[in-house]
């Protein structure tokens, strides 16, 4: 089993049902506060592997919902600047095994990098927040080969 560095945001169910499903598939977490951290872009970029700049955010954001933020709008060095200065903003978790990294929780790729326990419930559809879109399907991380 691998052991994960899970970055989240303290009190947020989505993240609390995504690590019990990691431990339940016998990995070891250290969870960090994706909020807390001193983020760099050196340190943050490599996160988003692929991802287009406005999957780099987390779409349920009040300001992205409210049309005050176009994360589709952005270049990486804005964006990056955008989510080191407001990290509530970044799509979470981010989590890191060893030299690879990834951002949002997608079962299918954890699946198949890691290894998932099976679920009763697919974790991305059990989010309480049903206007959240579901993680890309093609996202290949920085550091996987297709």
């Not at 690590?19 to 807390?36: D, M, P, Q, V, W």
């Not at 998932?116 to 093609?138: F, G, Q, V, Y």
Request: charged share 20%; proline share 12%; aromatic share 8%.
């Amino acid at each position: 089993m691998a052991d994960l560095i899970f970055w989240g945001k303290p009190g947020c169910a989505g993240n609390a049902r995504q690590i019990a499903l990691l431990r339940a598939s016998g990995h070891t977490l250290e969870i960090r506060n994706l909020a807390a951290e001193p983020w760099t872009p050196y340190q943050l970029r490599p996160f988003f592997g692929r991802l287009p700049v406005e999957a780099w955010f987390n779409q349920s954001g009040p300001r992205i919902k409210r049309g005050e933020i176009r994360p589709e709008t952005f270049s990486e060095a804005i964006a990056i600047e955008l989510l080191i200065r407001e990290p509530l903003l970044i799509r979470r978790p981010l989590l890191q095994c060893k030299d690879i990294r990834t951002a949002g929780f997608n079962p299918d790729f954890l699946t198949a990098w890691i290894g998932l326990a099976p679920s009763p419930t697919r974790i991305d559809e059990a989010c309480p927040r049903s206007d959240m879109p579901p993680c890309p399907t093609n996202f290949i991380p920085a550091g996987v080969s297709q």
